[in-house]
């Protein structure tokens, strides 16, 4: 049985993940009473709203209350996924889910505030770009439950920060916004970070759909493929913008300027 069949059998929870559609869409995961915690139909509902907001520029990623997420659910673990194979069909679903976020065609910026922590770490290194607020503190503390990352937050970690950081945020306790500012871990620290992630979606959304989407399917490529298909990659893209009606109408924009 798939883990969207079997979490179909399973009692009504609490909590949901909502989405706000458009140019700039918001993925709102939301139940403060646990920080936002993902149950299992929260990890569902949460696959379906990345699937549904490929048609975005940009996706901004956030929790209600004042809080990111604090992971999985532990009561609807002990409950539920604690059982032969739930750990495999977990991971398969949720890996699905973040590699799905991590290579959407729109740019995402996720919002780090309150707590994120184990899988919701993992979350924020599937995201583009992290605003974080002052009061944001990140950790990986899978290790400390007796389990390692699994929603393919380990692997983009390495990535994201380099192996000797990694491992010490993977066996280390949760790390404040400065310090994750200054491991690479985010990118902004802003006093308002939703507001600040906004503002960055908004200038980013205006421009050209196109450009947008290319540059980040040159900086995908450039990150996984060797250099000459990477090269490739890049002056296919280019070759495809070029003489199109963007260019041309900042060609006459520029023009005019003149």
């Known amino acids: 049985m798939s883990f969207r069949r079997w979490v179909d059998t399973l009692p009504p929870s609490e909590g949901v993940v909502s989405v706000t559609y458009g140019t700039v869409a918001e993925i709102l995961l ?7 915690a993902l149950s299992p139909s929260m990890m569902v ?21 004042g809080s990111f997420c604090s992971g999985g659910n532990l009561q609807a673990v002990r409950e539920h996924l604690v059982r032969p194979g739930g750990g495999a069909d977990l991971v398969s ?9 991590a290579s959407l065609g729109p740019v995402v910026i996720g919002v780090a505030e309150g707590h994120a922590l184990g899988g919701g770490a993992e979350l924020l290194t599937a995201c583009d770009f992290v605003v974080a607020a002052p009061d944001a503190r990140i950790g990986f503390v899978q290790a400390r439950l007796g389990v390692s990352p699994g929603f393919g937050g380990g692997t983009r970690l390495v990535a994201r920060v380099g192996r000797s950081t990694a491992l010490r945020l993977l066996t280390g306790g949760p790390v404040v916004a400065t310090e994750a500012l200054a491991l690479g871990l985010v990118d ?11 503002a960055w979606a908004a200038e980013l959304s205006e421009l050209p759909p196109d450009a ?13 493929l060797p ?32």
């Open 227 to 258: 250099a000459d298909e990477a090269l490739a990659v890049e002056r296919t893209l280019f070759a495809e913008l070029w003489g199109g009606p963007a260019h041309l109408a900042a060609l006459d924009a520029a023009s005019r300027a003149r």
């Open 188 to 198: 902004l620290v802003r006093e308002d970070a939703l507001t600040a992630a906004r």
């Open 30 to 36: 939301d139940h403060p009473p646990t920080r936002n």
């Open 45 to 65: 509902e949460l696959a379906d709203a990345v699937e549904g907001v490929v048609d975005a520029r940009v996706v901004i990623l956030r929790g209600a209350g």
């Open 93 to 101: 679903f949720m890996q699905a889910t973040t590699g799905r976020l």
């Open 212 to 224: 947008l989407r290319a540059a980040r399917r040159l900086v995908d490529a450039a990150a996984v």
